[in-house]
């Protein structure tokens, strides 16, 4: 079974500092003390990558702010399952199996959700008006993060290929490419 590897240790020291250099706050986060209230869709990660204590824990968190009408677009974690906690607004949620069935709940503040590991899920505010922010944990430091519209259109696979893959024109994927293409 794959997952985060165990440790031997009760803690993995970085190599860039020694045992000694190991202070309480090595195992303090302090960087979400500055988030604001976003605009656009918004997620920040605590992970490994942020956090050098995380490593070896097999756990990560991540906040996200959804203002009225934005989404999570579909993405999957292939490293860890995802347990969200509604801390305000709400939210319509859901994910597809490997059956390709579709299981959608629509959530509210105080709710949790889980989203299994490696499946592609979402999560939408529709209420235009209203500010939606929850908070989520992952089994592994590193979970990690494709985004499907991303990983299909934001690339150079084959117009064609996309095309015959989604039964539509090279125009249509054209289109989906350019949506998703980075602003200047």
Not at 39 to 60: C, D, H, P, R, Y
Not at 103 to 115: C, H, N, P, R, S
Not at 122 to 148: H, P, R
Not at 155 to 171: C, K, P, R
């Amino acid at each position: 079974m794959a997952g985060d590897p165990d440790i031997l240790t009760d803690f993995v020291i970085p190599p860039n500092l020694s045992a000694s250099n190991i202070t309480s706050s090595f195992f303090t986060y302090t960087g979400l003390r500055t988030i604001s209230t976003a605009s656009t869709f918004n997620v920040t990660k605590v992970s490994m990558s942020e956090f050098a204590a995380l490593n070896g824990q097999s756990i990560s968190y991540a906040v996200l702010q959804y203002p009225g009408g934005t989404a999570n677009p579909p993405h999957v974690h292939p490293r860890s399952a995802e347990l969200l906690l509604l801390i305000q607004g709400s939210l319509e949620v859901g994910f597809v199996d490997t059956t390709n069935k579709l299981y959608t709940q629509t959530i509210e503040a105080g709710d949790i959700f889980v989203f299994p590991k490696g499946l592609v899920h979402f999560q939408y505010n529709a209420d235009s008006n209203t500010f939606a922010a929850a908070l989520s944990a992952f089994g592994s430091a590193n979970a990690g993060t494709s985004s499907v519209p991303k990983a299909l259109f934001a690339n150079d696979i084959d117009d064609e290929a996309l095309a015959v893959s989604f039964m539509t024109d090279v125009a249509t994927i054209q289109k989906l490419k350019a949506g998703l293409a980075s602003k200047p």
